[in-house]
């Protein structure tokens, strides 16, 4: 009603570069497929819209009344069935496209009649050529064709307006020479692809900001890198480059490096000549040294030198800005003196080191959030790290410690608490005092303390702590309360000793088994059977569910539980009565039985 009312109320010219069909939500019922045919049947309604949305909608062909729309600028048909979209081409002011994620196996012949066309997206299709007329898109400015099956970039170079090209996850294996006619373009993503050398005609791209190069098969960069004045981010990781040229610390303007899964061993002495850097990745490398100048850049905020060989962190002055630091999985034994001089450093990651101790000052840094001390060699936490009072990850997994500090309480902040496969014997009291922590992990510790408790969770440990712990009355896990069950509605009352005479004397006592459950699990001592006021002999799938239930956790309905088991166990023995019953019956009935049969 207040659709119709707004549409009807104003001037068209009022809504006319507002209006946007959208049929996201529910686009299969019958209300809005009855309203799209409806707006594009009237042409005084049709010719204001402007934009159409119909993703997700299973679409195996596009509706012929969109061509009523002559004012349409926009179309996205994303995440549908289409494997044809030549209609489009009748739309003469489209600007933008998005038929992603369809079944396209190629885009229309006459796909250059859009002159007006500023962006196509196409990805996740399986595009294998690019037509000829592609060339006419003299406008286009964004081109997306991610995930498809092209193996060559040269018809995509005689867009002479494009700014960025996206043609990540495809077959191409060579970068021709005429992308040096992409004279406009800001952004490359090559990721995922087969290229193995990078042509000097790349770098007369000059106006190039972003160049990703991820997971292709690169063995060296050249020089002529240095010539790209505009790059701020270059991604190369997941490659196989053994070095980096000189050349690439003239990059002054470069404020994102990644070089991680390589088989770099050095880093160029130069690298504190990029002084604009803000993140350098070297994860997964064979590095056993980096060059002093990195220590230099001060606008650097995060440095991952994660699964390296580094024995050693020379670091000859403080890094103002470092905000994440990674070094772990290498083979350090100590970390550098003046750590505790970076304020700013928010995580630090040291895990799966050698490490038995941290520096002296390790307490001002008062910014720290996240400390990784897992997989080291620590026999107690240092009390500087109780000090942190902004710390909500701890993690110290996998070291010999035998004990937490008292003051591990101070942590008000912390949240995540990570102890297990250490030497714990005690917690300290003041850890219930740790009103914010969401996960606490002690496994694999020797831990005075109560199985009960352990299992049930950081709130029961906390009360515990505190001496508010009343422990549960009866049967914890489906084991006991079987066994309880049994015992006290099955076994009968227990048996008192009774006199018993030999050769008609007095003599001997001779005491009945009390426990009948014991009795026979272990089997008695005599071929004799139990006494009569006993319950019936226990039966081997008594012995089975018994052992069934062992070590499994709490249920919330139990005597439901045995009571089901105790009807299946009934069942089970019945029929196999019955079964050995008959056979029996068939042997005696059989003329030919023997003795011996």
């Known amino acids: 009603f207040f659709f119709f009312f707004f549409f009807f109320r104003f001037p068209l010219h009022v809504v006319r570069y507002c209006l946007m069909l959208n049929l996201q939500d529910g686009g299969t019922s019958q209300t809005n497929w009855c309203a799209l045919l409806e707006a594009c049947t009237h042409p005084e309604r049709s010719a204001d819209i402007v934009e159409v949305c119909f993703d997700y909608k299973r679409l195996k062909e596009i509706p012929v009344e969109i061509l009523s729309c002559v004012g349409l600028h926009r179309v996205s048909l994303f995440g549908n069935l289409l494997n044809d979209i030549s209609i489009l081409c009748e739309l003469k002011f489209l600007t933008e496209i998005n038929v992603g994620e369809n079944k396209l196996v190629s885009l229309p012949t006459n796909i250059g009649q859009l002159q007006q066309l500023s962006s196509l997206s196409a990805d996740h299709n399986t595009l294998q050529t690019i037509p000829a007329s592609f060339a006419s898109l003299t406008r286009l400015t964004v081109l997306v064709l991610n995930h498809n099956q092209l193996k060559s970039l040269q018809p995509l170079t005689r867009l002479p307006a494009l700014r960025e090209l996206y043609v990540a996850q495809n077959d191409i294996s060579k970068i021709p020479d005429s992308i040096r006619n992409l004279s406009q373009l800001r952004l490359l993503d090559l990721c995922d692809n087969q290229i193995q050398t990078l042509p000097p005609a790349l770098w007369e791209c000059t106006q190039l900001t972003e160049l990703m190069l991820t997971n292709n098969k690169l063995q060296a960069l050249g020089p002529g890198i240095s010539h790209l004045p505009q790059l701020r981010e270059l991604f190369l990781d997941h490659n196989a480059l053994d070095a980096l040229p000189d050349t690439l610390c003239h990059m002054t303007t470069l404020q994102r490096l990644c070089l991680s899964e390589n088989q770099l061993t050095r880093l160029p002495s130069n690298l504190g000549q990029l002084h604009l850097l803000e993140e350098l990745l070297l994860q997964k490398n064979k590095l056993t040294a980096v060059p002093a100048s990195l ?91 109780c000090e942190l009072l902004q710390l909500r990850e701890l993690d110290v997994d996998h070291n010999q410690l035998t004990a937490l500090p008292e003051t591990i309480g101070q942590l008000t902040e912390l949240e995540f608490l990570w102890a297990k496969d250490n030497a714990l014997t005690t917690l300290p009291t003041s850890l219930a005092d740790l009103s914010k922590l969401v996960e606490l992990r002690l496994q694999n510790n020797p831990l005075n303390i109560p199985a009960n408790v352990l299992k049930g969770g950081k709130n029961v440990i906390f009360k515990w702590l505190r001496g508010a712990y009343n422990p549960p009355h009866g049967p914890t896990t489906p084991y006991d309360a079987f066994r309880s069950t049994l015992t006290k509605q099955m076994l009968g009352p227990e048996q008192k000793p009774k006199p018993q005479t030999k050769n008609g004397k007095q003599g001997e006592m001779k005491v009945e088994p009390t426990n009948a459950f014991s009795h026979t699990l272990t089997g008695p001592p005599t071929r004799s059977k139990p006494s009569s006021t006993a319950v019936s002999q226990r039966t081997i799938t008594d012995v089975r569910l018994l052992n069934k239930f062992k070590g499994l956790p709490p249920k919330p309905d139990v005597t439901q539980t045995l009571t089901n088991i105790r009807d299946r166990a009934q069942a089970i023995n019945t029929s196999k009565a019955r079964a050995n019953t008959d056979v029996i019956r068939r042997m005696d009935s059989s003329p030919h039985t023997t003795m011996a049969q």
């Open 295 to 385: 220590y230099q850049l001060k606008n650097l905020a995060v440095l991952d030198l994660n699964e390296n060989e580094l024995t050693a962190i020379d670091m000859t002055q403080h890094m103002v800005g470092i905000e994440e630091l990674r070094l772990s999985a290498n083979q350090l034994q100590v970390l550098p003196a003046n750590l505790g001089a970076c304020a700013h450093l928010r995580t630090l990651q040291v895990a799966n080191n050698r490490l038995t101790n941290l520096p002296d000052g390790f307490q001002h840094l008062a910014s720290l959030e996240e400390l990784y001390l897992g997989h080291n060699h620590f026999l107690h936490l240092p009390d500087a790290v």
